[in-house]
């Protein structure tokens, strides 16, 4: 796989998580809806760990920084 996330979009995916999480938490968002934002996050931030998003691909989007050589 090649790597297809920038730091940016990286660190928007955590910080979104973070929030649907703390949101949860707090009982802001229950239910079947709370559930699959919980899901959500997880693959969120899974894709961050790992640099690579699955949807980019079909998309032609890549947010990494090109190599100067």
Do not use: H
Request: aromatic fraction near 8%; charged fraction near 15%.
């Amino acid at each position: 796989m090649k790597k297809n996330m920038g730091s940016t979009d990286k660190i928007i995916r955590v910080l979104i998580a973070v929030v649907v999480v703390i949101l949860y938490w707090q009982g802001i968002i229950p239910g079947t809806l709370g559930i699959v934002l919980l899901a959500l996050a997880a693959i969120f931030v899974l894709t961050s760990l790992i640099s690579f998003c699955p949807l980019y691909l079909p998309l032609g989007i890549n947010t990494c920084k090109k190599k100067e050589s």
